[in-house]
């Protein structure tokens, strides 16, 4: 079960500022689930959006990398900065560049059963392309990150059986 938390959206003509927290607890450790949040060859397996990642390489605090990705609905490519990184516990990534920003922070908390995923995104764009209602964004936002966490919970779990 993925909860949603608070969704925060600001619009600034022309452009929007959107941040969502959620959670979803893994039946797996913080070990397994971190080999897919931090190997860009296991990114585009639960990560909806993303289209392809390259260099494959496991990353660490300081890595770069480029994405090709479709965020809420439009064409990008990025490059991806790793600005934080503790082993089977947290990771930091973020993209400054193209048409959308954002920032992504995945925390890692063991549980009695399994690990709860917690997860940050800061999304913002000065494009005209996402100049939405706030209802509208707070759905997208909302809904993407809720497939990405389901997804990253069935890849794991599934490569555990």
Known sequence: MVKAGILKVVIKKPGMKARLKTKITIAADAANIFK????????PLWNMQMKSATP?????EGSVYKVQLQVLGVRTKAENHITK??????LEIQNMT???QYSS??????????TRVICTISVSSQS???AFAKPMMEHLARRELNIDLKALKKVVEQALE
């Open 85 to 90: 990184y503790v082993q089977d516990k947290e």
């Open 105 to 114: 922070n995945f925390r890692l908390e063991p549980q009695a059963k399994g």
């Open 128 to 130: 005209k392309a996402f």
């Open 36 to 43: 897919y949040l931090s190997h860009t060859k296991y990114q």
């Open 56 to 60: 494959l390489v496991q990353l660490h």
């Open 98 to 100: 193209g048409m959308i």
